[in-house]
């Protein structure tokens, strides 16, 4: 399948310098302090005193977002490779698992972008991170946000290995109760939602699932400062204590 770009690419009116808006949203992030999560590192206690409990992997991924044609705030998706060995097919946030040299979840995110979808970590303003989430591959995944403030500088080139799509989305959507379905699963005795959202542009249509729904309807009540108009019940982490029980989690 060719790698295909959606919108943002054709550059639009967007001015090459900040907006009012981006920069007002830039600091109303810089001041957000996520709240405690057993996942984060240092809630976990050493495992030489707690045996049973595990310390995942680290991966990030990066919610670009940025100001669209009508001044809607849009993030940046991928639709992944149907050759990948994992989520094949399936739409994500640009990210992947944290390597040797990545300074913090930031560095991680920017880079997995720049890999994936050839974007230049110096257009991206990285200005928060969010609580931390578990993936159904036991990844510890910290949600980045970053603002892109020209996207006219921003040229998409999706690496075919990885990615077969790039487009963006209103990241209002997630916190609308339009165009989505969502499922009862269950975890370690704990009921939870798992949620599916549709969106089409340009004559495609996309489903945004599971672990990269779950962290959008997250990135959006922080944005927009107010809860989804559904009831979100994500999974509770801090009930993960045997890794051979965990199942349904994605």
């Not at 310390?55 to 001044?71: H, N, S």
């Not at 609580?131 to 910290?142: A, C, G, I, Q, T």
């Not at 249509?205 to 959008?216: D, N």
Request: with cysteine; proline share 8%; glycine share 6%.
């Amino acid at each position: 399948m060719a790698s295909s770009t959606a919108s943002f690419v054709n550059g639009g009116s967007s001015p090459s310098f900040p907006s009012q808006r981006l920069l007002a949203l830039a600091q109303q992030l810089r001041h957000y302090k996520p709240p405690p999560c057993s996942l984060d590192e240092e809630s976990v206690t050493p495992v030489v005193q707690n045996p049973e409990k595990f310390r995942p992997k680290r991966a990030a991924v990066l919610i670009c977002l940025f100001e669209g044609d009508a001044g809607d705030l849009r993030v940046i998706l991928t639709k992944r490779s149907l050759t990948m060995s994992t989520h094949s097919g399936e739409v994500s946030l640009p990210g992947g698992k944290a390597e040797e040299g990545d300074k913090d979840d930031g560095d991680t995110a920017t880079r997995e972008a720049k890999e994936e979808i050839g974007l230049d970590p110096s257009l991206v303003n990285v200005v928060t991170f969010l609580e931390p989430f578990l993936s159904k591959h036991l990844l510890r995944v910290v949600p980045v946000i970053g603002i892109l403030n020209d996207r006219k500088a921003f040229k998409p080139k999706p690496n075919p290995a990885e990615v077969d799509a790039v487009f963006d989305v209103p990241l209002e959507m997630f916190i609308k109760d339009e165009n989505r379905i969502a499922e009862e699963r269950e975890m370690m005795g704990e009921k939870y939602l798992l949620h599916f959202f549709d969106y089409e542009t340009e004559n495609k249509k996309y489903l945004i699932w599971g672990l990269t729904a779950g962290i959008l309807i997250r990135a959006a009540s922080v944005v927009y400062q107010r809860p989804p108009a559904f009831p979100e019940q994500s999974p509770k982490y801090e009930f993960l204590r045997d890794v051979g029980k965990i199942t349904n989690a994605h």
